[in-house]
């Protein structure tokens, strides 16, 4: 597609469920984002991939939350034993990578997870 | 207080106003400064992109970035009802393709 793609859009877990959001990125963009937007904040940083290799994860909340590409192309993150307060839209970001700051992100349409 | 602040509105101009949007940040260390527009249910996309400071024009958008003040700006001229979305600034640091720090959004509609 030409677009960043996320599935599922929408998603109900009950407190303790696993779940797990699907990022197919921009073909050929090297870098992935995961950004976690709650209701009427902007999005924060959770994780970065450089093709298969996880850069940063600084931003991931706790260790219930983990997120892998293994073949450098789709992502997926995954939240363990979900809690209320991971209910939030889950944005997947790609871009090329052409140089220090100059990737621009393009984002996909966003998970939103709810945890009842 | 966080890295970069965003008055949340909600803001609500007329159709043809001049709108003014704008975030304020603590970290010298942020050199590359964007503006992002957020639909309601879709992802960000990228409006603007400033490197150090500056302004920049693109068409009825103008970015204005003032590194001394910590201040960034973004001004629409002539707005429109299609510009009723989110406005999202963010920055990030120089030296490698790191994470964007968002400010909370600027919730912006253009009444007809």
């Known amino acids: 597609g030409a677009g960043v793609s996320q599935s599922p859009r929408y998603k109900v877990a009950k407190r303790g469920q696993d779940v797990a959001l699907r990022c197919d990125p921009i073909s050929g963009h090297v870098s992935l984002f995961w950004y976690q937007q709650a209701l009427g904040q902007g999005p924060e940083f959770l994780t970065y991939f450089q093709n298969e290799a996880q850069l940063d994860k600084s931003g991931l909340p706790s260790d219930r939350f983990f997120a892998e590409r293994p073949e450098g192309s789709v992502s997926t993150l995954k939240i363990q034993r979900t809690q209320q307060e991971d209910s939030a839209v889950y944005l997947c970001?790609?871009?090329?990578?052409?140089?220090?700051?100059?990737?621009?992100?393009?984002f996909g349409e966003g998970s939103r997870l709810t945890v009842l | 207080q966080k890295e970069v602040e965003q008055d949340p509105g909600p803001l609500s101009v007329p159709e043809g106003a001049i709108v003014s949007l704008n975030c304020t940040y603590s970290n010298s260390a942020f050199q590359y400064f964007m503006w992002y527009r957020q639909y309601s249910r879709k992802g960000p996309e990228l409006l603007m992109y400033?490197?150090?400071?500056g302004n920049k024009e693109d068409g009825r958008f103008t970015a204005q970035v003032d590194k001394s003040s910590k201040y960034i700006s973004l001004f629409i001229r002539d707005s429109q009802p299609s510009d009723s979305a989110t406005y999202l600034c963010?920055?990030?640091?120089?030296?490698?393709?790191?994470?964007?720090?968002f400010g909370k959004g600027t919730k912006l509609s253009v009444k007809p």
């Open positions: 400033t490197y150090s400071s």
């Open positions: 970001a790609s871009s090329t990578d052409r140089g220090p700051g100059t990737g621009e992100l393009f």
């Open positions: 963010a920055m990030r640091k120089g030296g490698s393709q790191g994470n964007l720090i």
